[in-house]
């Protein structure tokens, strides 16, 4: 594995390329999305909430908390890839903590191992309410490839 | 556990049940879920591809397909639940095999092994191109839990 | 991804070369962990229950049954890799079912969908009883990755 | 869900309660695990290197590093429940980050969010040379289950 440190990006245009593929996604348009911050290594994703992305107990869906943070997972690790570096969801788990009722839900993803082939990535998905108090309602922990789909 | 037989569920209304809930959910209703099958411990959930869904390269975002499986897996669940009974995903893991693009993405979700507290369920996405032919894209297994948020 | 069918493996010598990474494990020996099976992208391992392998009830404990479900992904991956194949294991999850009370263990691995790089594999792991009777136990999702470690 | 505090477990006796399930574990001696500190929500295991835990390269097996870490999240989670409180694994996911290659493994486990039905735990595995440097090698998240078997 090549020993990339998170603070020394590997292309310097990393946040230029990763916000171009964020824009780039129809589904982050759909549900409302936005990058928030992206650094070498991590990247904060959020969506406002609105009554399009419930389950039927009208709090935040399970699938947009998730699709936030494969978001973040794979922007993260995206940063960290040389020039043209494209990125991959392999597989992620999901654990859902509490119930996510708030304002706010914020994808927080980091990458934990990168590597050339493979990234570990993890991330925590909190809701914040109309006074900013986030509560934890979501963990992920995903693999990320470093591949075109015809190299996998 | 209870031995709930799949073809006999505790609540003859199950049908009706978890329709209810599928409509509820403002989720389905933005990304065009359509709840296609539900039988005792089985459900099948799909949803038509538009570039509102995609990920940044033009198909179908993994947060769609997640969102797919956890409703066919967790409508699963909860058509074996006796009246009432409703369900949330305590976790799920989802594995990508390959690119998911087609016309359709349709989410087949079984009740592997069911239980009073909590229910262990399997879903496939498949992809279905203008022939009809499906290709297998994402592999979901997932624990569901049969309870209101507050007993967790 | 190269399309790699099930019946036609790389390597003709794969039930040899498995067989020797089988042996060559020291912790097989330890748990008594037996290669019943292999065959191109399938594997069967089992092991007798016995008071060394018990967690605090009696039963077979979780690290034996998840033991043996590594192993049969693995060597069910490793028998469709050409010749001088390795596998590692990148991640599983594996989900309990039931008390695993009974006699053997046997762990039945299966290859999902190979690749070049990276295969998904599946394995059930059920306890049989004297009489013969399986009860399944576990179920193990898995991530296997044909690589020296130096290149992932 | 009960509010338990990390620091307030709910059993006085937490520890010794703790400590005779680790001993009651046959795997545990087979493998040679010590239970190097439990306290409210957190618990350390170890086990020394020796040929009897290895893969085919000689290094630590994934089922060994599994094994840890699922007894450092499963009695952190029963430190935290009330007297007589059991736990079982319901599923965990552990990634494999580095060749665990040294001379001890220590897994080291805490609960994230208690429940009084389901805690969500988390491990890390480390490896240490002879130097008493560590690797992080493996990361493991775990859904608990406080219950009899009979009651899932």
Same mark, same amino acid.
Do not use: W, Y
């Given at each position: 594995?090549?020993?990339?440190?998170?603070?020394?990006?590997?292309?310097?245009?990393?946040?230029?390329?990763?916000?171009?593929?964020?824009?780039?996604?129809?589904?982050?348009?759909?549900?409302?999305?936005?990058?928030?911050?992206?650094?070498?290594?991590?990247?904060?994703?959020?969506?406002?909430?609105?009554?399009?992305?419930?389950?039927?107990?009208?709090?935040?869906?399970?699938?947009?908390?998730?699709?936030?943070?494969?978001?973040?997972?794979?922007?993260?690790?995206?940063?960290?890839?040389? #020039?043209? %570096?494209?990125? /991959? =969801?392999?597989?992620?788990?999901?654990?859902?903590? *509490?119930? !996510? $009722? @708030?304002?706010?839900?914020?994808?927080?993803?980091?990458?934990? #191992?990168? %590597?050339?082939? /493979? =990234?570990?990535?993890?991330?925590?998905?909190?809701? *914040?309410? !109309? $006074? @900013?108090?986030?509560?934890?309602?979501?963990?992920?922990?995903?693999?990320?490839?470093?591949?075109?789909?015809?190299?996998?």
């Amino acid at each position: 594995m090549a020993a990339v440190a998170p603070s020394q990006p590997a292309d310097p245009g990393f946040a230029a390329r990763t916000a171009a593929a964020f824009h780039a996604q129809g589904l982050m348009a759909t549900i409302g999305g936005r990058l928030v911050a992206i650094e070498p290594g991590r990247c904060v994703i959020e969506a406002d909430f609105h009554p399009g992305l419930t389950q039927h107990h009208g709090l935040f869906h399970a699938g947009v908390l998730t699709t936030l943070a494969d978001n973040a997972c794979g922007f993260a690790a995206m940063s960290l890839l040389p #020039k043209g %570096g494209e990125v /991959l =969801s392999v597989e992620f788990k999901v654990s859902f903590l *509490r119930p !996510a $009722a @708030g304002l706010v839900a914020v994808a927080r993803g980091e990458v934990v #191992k990168p %590597g050339r082939t /493979l =990234s570990f990535c993890r991330a925590d998905v909190v809701v *914040r309410d !109309a $006074a @900013g108090a986030e509560t934890l309602v979501a963990a992920m922990t995903a693999t990320m490839m470093a591949a075109a789909p015809e190299k996998r």
